[in-house]
């Protein structure tokens, strides 16, 4: 089976509003259009698992109803502006805000906000880019007139301090290059390069609007009022990836997050969260409640035991996928009679043992009374020969 890198976020770079900000993990424009093209005229589509907004978006620009969820707050923030109707006023002001912002800049008639409270932040940005990022953040806060402006400036903003970053993407997690940047390149124009990117994305609005909320995934029937017939989302794979470790520039330069303590505690409130205090809390942490049980799972579980895996691990793994079926417990409380669900996962592997989610993911919905479910590789994944991605479906009774 081949990679399809057609199926990875990298597809969604020059697609308009899909491509405003990356997200390594994030799935495929490409992916959801083919499913939503299996399923016409659904009545209303939910994404419990957000993350920059692709299934709401395409279900949108469809004519189509959709809600989407996301514990995250920057990506439910991310996900409304890229989901709201922008009116040409608000494109011309915030180009010129943009230019304005600028001007601000070069004649230094601006107070520059404090850095960021990120760890190690020179390994980001030399201090010229730094002092210059510090300069535009607070003139955004300047001339951003009202809230729409705002936030297409706010999202010309994280591109640009990703494009003049020292971070590097060659590998399925955020890591840094050996090269630091020498940062001659003129940084204004960096700016108004990605602002008129994002604008010619915001020019193409979605059919209907689409409801973003900020919430737990194990918690849907809470927030969502009406049924759904048709579930598309990616939940986070079992791999250990930190979303929060992953996004935590974007999040510290808007305010989301004010140290790494309340990165962590956002990162253990997550689905599939280990990074920072969440990994001391694991080590402590034990069932209870209504736990999964599955004979492949506790055989994976003991063979990473005899591998020699450590407690955080085998936490880990059970805690992912308690979490995971207290999730679609909740979910069949809103779905409609003969409602479909389509799941994208990939396997992980602990310790040389294979996890394999697709199936244990396929055996929580027929447990929960789903029929036709199914198991489709997708494609094979960058970082492993074993690592393959999977849609697992099933249709509600």
């Not at 692709?54 to 279900?59: G, K, R």
């Not at 809600?67 to 923030?77: E, M, Q, R, S, V």
């Not at 604008?199 to 927030?223: F, I, S, T, Y």
Request: proline residues 4%; contains cysteine.
């Amino acid at each position: 089976m081949r990679r399809q890198s057609a199926y990875t976020f990298q597809a969604n770079a020059a697609l308009g509003r899909h491509g405003w900000v990356r997200l390594t993990p994030a799935y495929s424009v490409h992916l959801v259009e083919a499913l939503l093209d299996a399923h016409p005229n659904p009545e209303h589509v939910l994404d419990p698992f957000c993350g920059t907004g692709t299934t709401a978006l395409c279900v949108a620009q469809r004519g189509c109803a959709a809600t989407t969820i996301d514990i995250n707050p920057f990506l439910a923030w991310l996900s409304r502006a890229k989901l709201a109707r922008y009116t040409p006023s608000h494109l011309s002001e915030a180009e010129e805000a943009g230019r304005a912002a600028l001007a601000l800049i070069a004649k230094k008639a601006v107070e520059a906000t404090a850095p960021p409270p990120l760890a190690r932040i020179e390994r980001w940005w030399g201090p010229d880019t730094l002092e210059f990022l510090c300069r535009l953040r607070g003139a955004i806060d300047v001339v951003g007139s009202n809230e729409a402006v705002r936030d297409l400036l706010l999202v010309a903003f994280c591109r640009t301090l990703m494009s003049l970053s020292n971070a590097a993407f060659n590998h399925q997690s955020l890591s840094f290059s050996s090269k630091i940047k020498n940062n001659k390149f003129e940084k204004s124009g960096v700016f108004m390069d990605n602002l008129k990117f994002v604008l010619r994305g915001a020019c193409e609005n979605p059919c209907v609007e689409a409801h973003v909320v900020c919430a737990d995934a194990r918690r849907v029937a809470a927030h969502v009022r009406e049924k759904c017939d048709l579930v598309i989302t990616s939940p986070p794979y079992a791999n250990r990836m930190s979303y929060v470790r992953e996004l935590r520039p974007y999040m510290y330069w808007l305010g989301f997050l004010t140290d790494g303590r309340a990165a962590g505690d956002l990162d253990w409130a997550a689905i599939g969260g280990t990074w920072g205090c969440a990994t001391s809390r694991l080590v402590r942490w034990a069932r209870s409640g209504c736990c999964f049980t599955n004979a492949q799972l506790d055989a994976a579980l003991r063979e990473i035991n005899r591998e020699g895996g450590r407690v955080i691990i085998s936490n880990y793994i059970i805690k992912y996928f308690d979490d995971i079926w207290e999730h679609i417990n909740d979910l069949t409380n809103i779905l409609s009679s003969g409602a479909r669900v389509h799941y994208i996962v990939g396997n992980s592997m602990f310790y040389g043992v294979l996890i394999n989610v697709q199936d244990i993911l396929a055996d929580m919905l027929s447990q929960l009374g789903f029929t036709c479910v199914a198991v489709k590789p997708i494609r094979r994944r960058n970082s492993n020969a074993a690592l393959f991605e999977f849609e697992v479906s099933g249709q509600w009774r």
